[in-house]
């Protein structure tokens, strides 16, 4: 069991940090939240760009050593925390899946979700590191479909990051609402990690609104 000191979490509410929250909350660790105001440009003020010099959300500090980018917090936390259940370790022929999928998230399925959302032209595929949006997709409905999670019976860290875009992508309608998806979706608002984010995550942003 982590004290609270020994993960320290940086997080602006309504934004890519949720990722991290949900391994949070999903982890069952205590942390020590510190609250970050993007309208007020915390994240841009010096303090935090000593955490991380991109001036971006989110950001850990584990055990002392800062994490960034929210596909690296989940892995790390998940490795860090095996008890959790939400890792795949080294040694299981999973293990290279798990992996590519923690990694698709951030270099294939956001960038996909990204480009169509600010109708950025469409240029060679093959200069696109996940060639097309409807590849994209495809692959991920194809994971997910047999499910219940895209590694099977368990859940892991992976469908923390690709649970997180299809959600996201979806809600900015981006996304397109098929079976497959909306399914797998249910099954990940169904987790009471997942309900209590965005509780939290409501709570949070009201907070700073006010
Ligand atoms: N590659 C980073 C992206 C982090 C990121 O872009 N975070 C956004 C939150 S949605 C942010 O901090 N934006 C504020 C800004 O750049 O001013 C990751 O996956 O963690």
């Known amino acids: 069991m982590a004290n609270e000191a020994d993960i320290v979490f940086y997080h602006a509410p309504q934004s890519r940090s949720i990722i991290a929250q949900w391994m949070l909350e999903e982890l069952g660790q205590p942390y020590h ?29 584990h055990k002392g050593v800062i994490i960034t ?13 095996p008890q959790a259940g939400l890792n795949v370790s080294v040694g299981d022929p999973r293990r290279g899946p798990y992996l590519k999928w923690l990694f698709f998230g951030p270099s ?3 960038p996909a979700i990204i480009d169509r959302m600010f109708k950025r032209p469409d240029v060679v595929p093959g200069a696109l590191g996940y060639g097309t949006f409807d590849t994209t997709l495809d692959v991920v409905i194809t994971a997910i479909t ?9 859940f892991t860290a992976a469908d923390v990051v690709i649970g997180s875009g299809l959600v996201w992508g979806m809600a900015v ?7 497959e998806i909306l399914a797998y979706a249910a099954r990940l608002r169904e987790r009471p990690a997942l309900q209590r984010v965005y509780t939290k995550d409501a709570e949070f942003a009201a907070a700073q609104a006010a």
Do not use: F
């Open 69 to 81: 980018e929210a596909a690296a917090i989940c892995c790390h936390l998940a490795d860090a925390y």
């Open 33 to 61: 939240l510190h609250l970050l105001n993007l309208k007020k440009e915390e994240h841009k003020q010096p303090a935090y760009l000593a955490v991380n010099p991109m001036g971006k959300v989110p950001a850990i500090a």
């Open 173 to 179: 309608k981006v996304v397109p609402e098929r079976p």
């Open 146 to 154: 047999e499910g219940p999670y895209l590694l099977g019976e368990q």
């Open 108 to 110: 294939c399925l956001e």
